[in-house]
């Protein structure tokens, strides 16, 4: 996980809510998680969420998909406090635990959980090859990785319209190929690997959020966050047009399973 501090705090976390739902800090909101899980079942499932933000997809594990058990990791103290109420909230804290971590391997014994998720927080480890053998060590025989991260669609050095749109944004992302995230779950002993590239729908969200932000709304948007940051906020956005339609920024769905 990351090591910067305070790349969500409550104010950043309002912000996101108010675009992709409670509890939401990454596209798509609930829907695009229903995609992502799509033909699994759940049910009296242990569930490990890396990067698990303000908790709306950790409760949601619990309350809405059945999961016996539920462990929402970050690295931030905002995010995990967010979470730890919105599972109150939701009616869902005895089944659902949320753990503040260190940067560095998952603080769990191997086989402890069937399902390993993530929502578009691994941009944040560069070391995908770790991260990959990592998962795979926790998760029992049988079990599943299922997630969906910001890849880019090429290794090596950014293009210009991306160096900009990565200065633009200013988190501490670390971004891979498609390429490079099969190689790394293949090589940690991954079978059943599949990609598939949300760069379409992402293209088309993309500019709904940037109308939100834009239009009549504008005005709540800062006052949770001041003018000076919503207007950076669309200068990021629309720095990132340009990657988007060239298929450089090309978000993906993540699906593999460890043999049994």
Not at 42 to 63: F, K, N, Q, R
Not at 79 to 90: F, G, H, N, T, V
Not at 218 to 246: C, H, N
Not at 249 to 260: D, E, F, G, S
């Amino acid at each position: 996980m990351s090591g910067q501090e305070e790349l969500y705090d409550e104010g950043h976390i309002a912000f996101l809510e108010a675009i992709w739902g409670e509890g939401y800090l990454s596209p798509g909101g609930p829907g695009e998680v229903a995609r992502v899980l799509d033909g699994l079942d759940l049910a009296g499932s242990t569930v490990l969420d890396i990067g698990c933000g303000a908790g709306g997809i950790t409760a949601s594990l619990a309350a809405d998909y059945g999961a016996d058990r539920v462990v929402g990791i970050d690295v931030e103290p905002a995010p995990c406090r967010a979470a730890r109420a919105l599972a109150e909230k939701r009616g869902v804290a005895e089944r659902v635990e949320i753990v503040q971590v260190a940067p560095g391997p998952l603080p769990f014994a191997p086989g402890s959980f069937d399902l390993v998720f993530s929502k578009d927080s691994i941009v944040h480890i560069p070391d995908k090859e770790a991260l990959a053998a990592d998962v795979f060590r926790v998760l029992r025989p049988g079990g599943v990785f299922a997630g969906s991260d910001w890849l880019t669609s090429r290794d090596g050095p950014p293009s210009a319209e991306m160096a900009h749109y990565l200065a633009c944004e200013d988190l501490d992302f670390g971004m891979a190929s498609p390429a490079r995230y099969r190689a790394a779950l293949e090589g940690a002993g991954f079978s059943d690997v599949r990609l598939v590239d949300r760069n379409p729908w992402y293209r088309e969200e993309a500019r709904r959020e940037l109308a939100l932000l834009t239009g009549p709304e504008r005005p709540r948007f800062e006052a949770l966050l001041g003018a000076e940051e919503i207007a950076r906020q669309i200068r990021t956005w629309t720095a990132m047009f340009p990657v988007l339609d060239s298929g450089e920024h090309c978000p993906h769905h993540l699906r593999a399973r460890k043999p049994a």
